[in-house]
C-alpha cells in the first residue's frame, strides 16, 4: 500500500470518528423509563394551567426520543436528562421518596414550580442531585420540614421554595445554617413565606443577586446590605424583624434594583443614605414604624418606578419633586401624617397616586387632568376641599379607580347632559362629596364598584342606572342618603348592596340571587320578609335591622347554609324563631333583639357551632335557661334581657359550659332561687385579663360590625364592633334569692357586674374585691347586709358604683375612687357612714381631722392617701370614648330641654346610642 492510499484511508477514518461523535445521542431507556413511569404517577388538571398554554407532559410518547419532548433537555454526547421543566403544567399527585424522578441523577436543573404536589413533603431525595445548579420547587403545595439534605446540593446556584399560599413549609435554624453554610455558589435564594423561625445568619454566598425570605425574627445582619451583588432583597411581612438602615453608603447600592423590607420594624427616620441606591427600580417600606419626613435624598433615585411608604409615621410635606420623577409610575404614601398641599406637578410617568388617610389640604391641583396616563387616583380620608367638577374627569381616558371620599369636596356637575366619565372607569368612590344626583353617571357603564354613601342623594334609583349597572355592577353602595323608594334590584352580578341610613318605606326589595352582602337597615320598610329572601342561598350576611317589618319569620331562613350574620334587631317581628338550623351552619351573628317573638328557644341552635353573637333581649320568649347553648365552642355574647324567662339556672352535668363567653345579659327575666355558682365556675374567659389580645382584623368584615344592646354605667349603649374587649354580666331585675357566690371574685375580666333588683342576702364577699378591671359595680335593690368590704378600695378601675336601698352599715371604705362617688351611690342604706354621706365615722384613731366633712366642697384631702387619685382610662372609656360622650350630649340636651339639667343628671338619664362603623 503506497503512502498516498494509507493517507487517505487515515483521512476517511478520523472523518468517520469526527461525524459519529458529532451525531446527537439518543436518549437513554434508562431515563425514558423514569420519565415515562414518573408521569404515570400524576394526573394533569388542565384548570392548573394558567401561566403557560398546554401541559409539557402531553408531549411524551415512547413513539418518539425523550430528548425530543416538551421540558426535557439531554446531555448531547451521553443522551442522559439534563433538565427538566414541568413549570405549570398542571400536574397533580404525590412525590415519595421511591420516585422515579430520583432516577434521574444526571439532572443539572428541575423545575417543578406552579403545580399541585398536595400531601407531599419534600423528600430528602432531592439531596442526591449532586449536580444540580437550580431546584425550583415554588408554589407547588410542598409542605412539612425542608430536608438537610438540600443543603448536600453544593453546586446550586438558584434555590426556590417558597409554599403555596394555603401550605405551611418550615425551615429549622440548624438547617438554614448549613444550607447558608454549604451552597456557597448561590446566586438566587428565595425562601419566601417559608416558616424559619429563626434569625437570620450573617454569613450569605459573595455571588448572591437575590435574597427573598419571610417568616424570621431579631435584627436584620448590616451584611446583608453590603453584598456586593446583590441586585433584589425582599425581606417583607417579618413582623418580629427589627433593622437598622446603614447611614453611610450601602457596599450593595450600585447593583441594588429591587428593595422590599415591608412589615420590618426599623422604628426610625428614613435616612440620607437612601439616596445613594441609584439603581433602585422597586421600594417598598410599608409597615415599618418609619417616622419623620422623606429625605430630599430619596429624590436621587431617578430610576425609580414603584415607591411604596404606607402604614409608616411619616410627617411634614411631601417634597414637590417627587411627583416629578422621571420614571416614577406607582407612588404609594397612604396611612401616614403627611400635611400641606397637593401641589401642581408634571409627570408623564405616573399612572397610580394613593395618597389616601392623611391631613393634605388645600384644592384638588388642576394639574391632575393632564395626566392622561392615570389608572388609578386616590386621595380619600384627607382634609381637601372646595368645589370639584366631574368634567376633570374627562381627559383621563385611562382612569378606572378613583377614591375621593371623606374629604371637604363637594362635587359639581355644571354641564349635567354633556359630562363624558372615563370609558374605562371601573371603580369610583365618592362617599361625603355631597353628591345630589347620579346624572353625571349616564355615560359609566363599565362600574363593578360605586360608592356614594354619605352624600344627599333623594328619591329613587333612576332606570338609566340600572341598565348600565346590570350586567358589571358587583359593590353597590348608597347607604347614609335620602333614597324614598326601590322597588326592585336588577343587577345580574351583584355581591354587595348597602343601602342602610337611608328613608326607604314599603316593602322589602329582593336582591339577585347572586348577592352574598345585603344591608338595609334603618329605613322605613314595613310589611312582612317575603319568603323568596331564601332562595339567596349564596348569602353570607343579611343586615335589615332598625326597619318597622311585621310578621313571622320565614322558617327557612335557617337552611341557608352559608350564612354567617342575620341581623333583624329592632324590628316588629312576631311568631317564633326559626326551628330548622342545619349541621354545618355557618351563622355566627344571630340578632332578633328587640322584636315581639314568643315561644322557645330553638335547640337546633347547637348545630351552629361557629356561632359568636347570639342576641335574642327584648322579645317575649318564654322558656327556661338554654342550658345547652354552653356546649357552644366560639360563643362570645349571649344576651337574652327582657323576655319571659323562668325557672333556675342550671349547668351542663359534665364538660366545660361557654368557654369563650365574655358577655352574658340574663337580666329583666324571672329567673329564680340561688345564682348560678356552677356556672361561674365555667366561664374560662371571663377568669383572665388577656392584655396580649388584639383588635380582630378588619379583613372580610369591611361591611358589618356585630352590635350588642347593654346597660352599662347609668347608659343604654349599643357596643359595637370590639366585644371581645367588652366583659359583663348582668343578672339584675330577676328573683335571685341566697347568696352572692364568692366564686364571682374569680372573674376578673369583668368590666362590668350588675346583680340589682333581685332577693339577695347576706354580706357582699370580700371576693370581689379582686375585681380589678371591673368599671361598673351594681349591687343596688337587694337585701344584702354588713359593712361595704374594705377590699373595695383597692377597685382603681372603678367609675360607677351603686350600693343603694339595701341594709348596708358600717363605713365606706376610703381611697382614690370612693372619693369620686355621690351620695346617690349609697342612699336607702341608712346606716352607712362616711364620706360622701353627712354621717361621719369618727376619730378612727390614726387622723387627727374630723371625719365630717361637707360634700359640698368637693372630695377631702386624706393626709395618708395625698391627692385624691384620679380614676384610671378605662378599657370601657378608651374604647367607646365616643360612644359615652354621644350618650351623655343626647342626655343633657334632653334635660335642658325638660329644664331639669343638673350636676347629676347625666348620669340618671338612659343614652340610647347606635352606631356602625364603617
Known sequence: MGYRQFSFLLFV?????????????????????????????????????????????????????????????????????????????????????????????????????????????????????????????????????????????????????????????????????????????????????????????????????????????????????????????????????????????????????????????????????????????????????????????????????????????????????????????RLVLSNNHFSGQFEDFNSNSLIWIDLSNNQLQGHLPRSIQNHVNLTGLILSF????????????????????????????????????????????????????????????????????????????????????????????????????????????????????????????????????????????????????????????????????????????????????????????????SGTLPTTFRIGSALKSFNFHGNKLEGKIPQSLTNCKQLDVLDLGDNHLSDAFPVWLGTLPKLKVLSLRSNKLHGSIRSLPTGNMFPQLRILDLSSNAFTKNLPTSLFQHLKAMRTVDQTMNAPSDEGNRYYQDSVALITKGLELEVVRILFLYTTVDLSNNKFEGFIPSIMGDLIALCVLNLSHNGLQGHIPPSLGSLSSVESLDLSRNHLIGEIPARFASLTSLEVLNLSYNHLEGCIPRGPQFYTFENNSYEGNDRLRGFPLSKGCGNDGNDSETNCHDPSLGPRRDRRMGKPKEPQTSLIAYHYTSLVAEAIKMTISDKHNQGEIGTKGARKKKGMIHKYHR
Open 382 to 573: 384627607n382634609n381637601f376641599s372646595g368645589h370639584v367638577d366631574v368634567s376633570f374627569l374627562a381627559d383621563l381616558k385611562q382612569l378606572y379607580y378613583l377614591d375621593l371620599s371623606y374629604n371637604r369636596i363637594s362635587l359639581t356637575n355644571e354641564n349635567k347632559h354633556n359630562v363624558t366619565l372615563p370609558g374605562s372607569l371601573m371603580s369610583l368612590q365618592l362617599a361625603a362629596c355631597e353628591v345630589k344626583e347620579l346624572e353625571f353617571l349616564r355615560s359609566a357603564k363599565l362600574l363593578w364598584q360605586l360608592d356614594l354613601s354619605n352624600n344627599k342623594i333623594q328619591g329613587r334609583i333612576p332606570d338609566w342606572a340600572w341598565t348600565n349597572w346590570m350586567f358589571l355592577l358587583q359593590r353597590l353602595n348608597l347607604s347614609h342618603n335620602m333614597l324614598e323608594s326601590v322597588d326592585s334590584i336588577p343587577l345580574l352580578f351583584i355581591e354587595a348592596i348597602d343601602l342602610r341610613s337611608n328613608l326607604l318605606q314599603g316593602s322589602l326589595p329582593i336582591p339577585p340571587i347572586s348577592i352574598r352582602f345585603f344591608f338595609i337597615s334603618h329605613n322605613n320598610l314595613t310589611e312582612e320578609i317575603p319568603s323568596d329572601i331564601c332562595n339567596l342561598t349564596s348569602l353570607v350576611m343579611l343586615d335589615m335591622a332598625r326597619n318597622n317589618l311585621k310578621g313571622a319569620i320565614p322558617q327557612c331562613l335557617g337552611n341557608i347554609s352559608g350564612l354567617e350574620v342575620l341581623d333583624v334587631h329592632h324590628n316588629s317581628l
Open 13 to 329: 477514518c478520523f472523518c468517520q470518528l469526527s461525524f459519529s461523535s458529532s451525531i446527537p445521542h439518543s436518549c437513554r431507556k434508562d431515563q425514558s423509563t423514569a420519565l415515562l413511569k414518573f408521569n404515570k404517577t400524576l394526573t394533569l388538571d388542565p384548570s392548573l394551567v394558567t401561566c403557560s398554554s398546554y401541559s409539557y407532559t402531553s408531549s411524551w410518547n415512547k413513539s418518539r426520543d425523550c430528548c425530543s419532548w416538551d421540558g426535557v433537555i439531554c446531555d448531547k454526547m451521553t443522551g442522559c436528562v439534563i433538565e427538566l421543566n414541568l413549570s405549570c403544567s398542571g400536574l397533580v399527585g404525590k412525590i415519595d421518596s421511591n420516585s422515579s424522578l430520583f432516577q434521574l441523577s444526571h439532572l443539572q436543573r428541575l423545575d417543578l414550580s406552579s403545580n399541585n404536589f398536595s400531601n407531599s413533603h419534600i423528600s430528602p431525595e432531592f439531596g442526591r442531585f449532586s449536580s444540580l445548579t437550580l431546584l425550583d420547587l415554588s408554589d407547588s403545595y410542598f409542605s412539612g420540614h425542608i430536608p438537610s439534605e438540600i443543603s448536600h446540593l453544593s453546586q446550586l446556584q438558584s434555590l426556590r421554595l417558597s409554599p403555596s399560599f394555603e401550605t405551611i413549609l418550615r425551615l429549622t435554624a440548624h438547617d438554614l445554617k448549613l444550607l447558608l453554610q454549604n451552597l456557597t455558589q448561590l446566586r438566587e435564594l428565595d425562601l419566601t413565606s417559608i416558616n424559619i423561625s429563626s434569625t437570620i445568619p450573617p454569613n450569605f454566598s459573595s455571588h448572591l443577586t437575590t435574597l427573598r425570605m419571610g417568616n424570621t425574627y431579631g435584627i436584620i445582619p448590616e451584611s446583608i446590605f453590603h453584598l456586593p451583588n446583590l441586585e433584589t432583597l425582599v425581606l417583607q411581612n417579618n413582623n418580629q424583624l427589627s433593622g437598622y438602615f446603614p447611614k453611610t453608603k450601602w457596599n450593595s447600592s450600585a447593583s441594588l434594583i429591587e428593595l422590599d423590607l415591608s412589615g420590618v420594624n426599623f422604628s426610625d427616620n428614613l435616612p440620607e443614605s437612601i439616596g445613594y441606591l441609584t439603581s433602585l427600580h422597586s421600594l417598598s417600606l410599608k409597615n415599618c414604624n418609619l417616622r419623620g419626613p422623606i429625605p430630599e435624598a430619596l429624590l436621587n433615585l431617578t430610576l425609580i418606578e414603584d415607591l411604596d411608604l404606607q402604614y409608616n409615621s411619616l410627617n411634614g410635606t411631601i417634597p414637590s419633586g417627587m411627583f416629578s420623577l422621571p420614571s416614577l409610575s
